[in-house]
T-cell receptor, first 111, second 115 residues
Framework: KAGVTQTPRYLIKTRGQQVTLSCSPI?????VSWYQQTPGQGLQFLFE???????NKGNFPGRFSGRQFSNSRSEMNVSTLELGDSALYLC??????????FGPGTRLTVL | KQEVTQIPAALSVPEGENLVLNCSFT??????LQWFRQDPGKGLTSLLL?????REQTSGRLNASLDKSSGRSTLYIAASQPGDSATYLC??????????????FGGGTRVLVKP
């Protein structure tokens, strides 16, 4: 069974630009969550989608948004990029109430 | 608000020694607790999942215990090997409900196993 996949793996952007990251969950998993990992703040929850609906949202500004499609694939978007948005963005999928599986992440660098 | 703590932040042991990694959480209303491994610059690999009704879970050289009442979990890795060098993270899922599947992570313990 294929694992969680994320594209692209690496991104370099400049301040003020916007970026879209993609995540394909494990087949059969309807819950997709996004996390940001930085050396200073560790792993922080961004949001969770289940059956195309945002079920939970972390404490991030409105520049961070996401969506989920009918095939459970998810995208997250960050607008008006800031230097502090440089991070590893991780996507995870799970069947309800069960083990959460993470993708390899997208490394975003904002210059 | 749930807070998860892992102490120490870093640990160095000689090869063959058993590893003991600690995780504590402030709110005992959890649905499950999961241990992960992360290699530098990589994603998270799930090691063990313990449901709130369980006391421990085992997989090969790994054993994790859970004591909800005291808000603690311990990951034991027997006979450590250099390949066990990584950062180990624990994370809790709150009891099912409005919080959904949000994981709250500890800061991790960086482990170095010396040959």
């Amino acid at each position: 069974k294929a694992g969680v996949t994320q594209t692209p793996r690496y991104l370099i952007k400049t301040r003020g630009q916007q970026v879209t990251l993609s995540c394909s969950p494990i087949s059969g998993h309807r819950s997709v969550s996004w996390y940001q990992q930085t050396p200073g703040q560790g792993l922080q929850f961004l949001f969770e989608y289940f059956s195309e609906t945002q079920r939970n949202k972390g404490n991030f500004p409105g520049r961070f948004s996401g969506r989920q499609f009918s095939n459970s694939r998810s995208e997250m978007n960050v607008s008006t990029l800031e230097l502090g948005d440089s991070a590893l963005y991780l996507c995870a999928s799970r069947r309800e109430g069960n083990e959460q599986f993470f993708g390899p992440g997208t490394r975003l660098t904002v210059l | 608000k749930q807070e998860v703590t892992q102490i120490p932040a870093a640990l160095s042991v000689p090869e063959g020694e058993n590893l003991v990694l600690n995780c504590s959480f402030t709110d005992s209303a959890i649905y499950n607790l999961q241990w992960f491994r992360q290699d530098p610059g990589k994603g998270l690999t799930s090691l063990l999942l313990i449901q709130s009704s369980q006391r421990e879970q085992t997989s090969g050289r790994l054993n994790a215990s859970l004591d909800k009442s005291s808000g603690r979990s311990t990951l034991y890795i027997a006979a450590s090997q250099p390949g066990d060098s990584a950062t180990y993270l624990c994370a809790v899922t709150p009891s099912l409900g409005a919080a959904g599947n949000k994981l709250t992570f500890g800061g991790g313990t960086r482990v170095l196993v010396k040959p």
